[in-house]
């Protein structure tokens, strides 16, 4: 079983379901569970992968496409969402190309404490999407002073605001229902 509710397989797809299901196809010709968990309500997939590429997959997006999946899986590992973390670490560390540094992040993510390997702009992100996570409430206008001091643009903070909340919500979707990674192709990226 991937999920606590009952999530329609491909090959029962009809109509808009089926289409729906066309649409989140991944890279790999398979659709993930955080997707096939919407089937008993196609239209809310439509709306959950829209979203989710236009904050994670838009090439008008400037931060570099690792980090925005290092905000994926910092966030996921604070909401402790085993579903989105094994996804986008994968995505992270096969972005990042980089096994020494991707071993050391993920100790200090594990141990929440990005400071360990993140410093200026980078870590000024990651602390504001550990809040906006964890004490959502305590978010003020200091929050944003302070990663303008750290150099970010409104853009960037856009950007990993959003990318930041896609992640709350998807999170709280996929460790709601109980989805599982039984069955999907791990990472949107192909191993190098």
């Not at 109509?15 to 997707?35: E, F, I, K, Q, S």
Request: proline share 3%.
């Amino acid at each position: 079983m991937s999920a606590w509710i009952r999530m329609i397989p491909l090959q029962e797809a009809t109509g808009t379901l089926a289409d729906a299901y066309r649409l989140v196809t991944t890279p790999h010709g398979t659709v993930d569970n955080v997707m096939k968990a919407h089937s008993l309500r196609p239209h809310t997939m439509q709306g959950h992968v829209t979203l989710y590429r236009s904050v994670l997959h838009n090439p008008d997006n400037t931060l570099p496409f690792w980090f925005l999946e290092m905000v994926a899986s910092y966030v996921s590992s604070l909401n402790r969402c085993a579903y989105s973390f094994t996804h986008h670490w994968a995505n992270a560390r096969r972005l990042l190309k980089d096994k020494a540094r991707s071993d050391a992040i993920l100790e200090a993510f594990q141990a929440r404490a990005p400071e360990r390997v993140f410093e200026g702009k980078e870590l000024a992100l990651l602390r504001y999407a550990g809040k906006l996570t964890t004490d959502v409430g305590a978010m003020e206008k200091a929050d944003i002073d302070a990663l303008h001091a750290a150099g970010c643009d409104d853009g960037e903070i856009l950007e990993v605001n959003q990318v930041c909340a896609y992640f709350n919500y998807s999170n709280r979707l996929l460790n709601g229902l109980g989805v599982t990674t039984e069955g999907d192709v791990i990472g949107y990226y192909a191993e190098e």
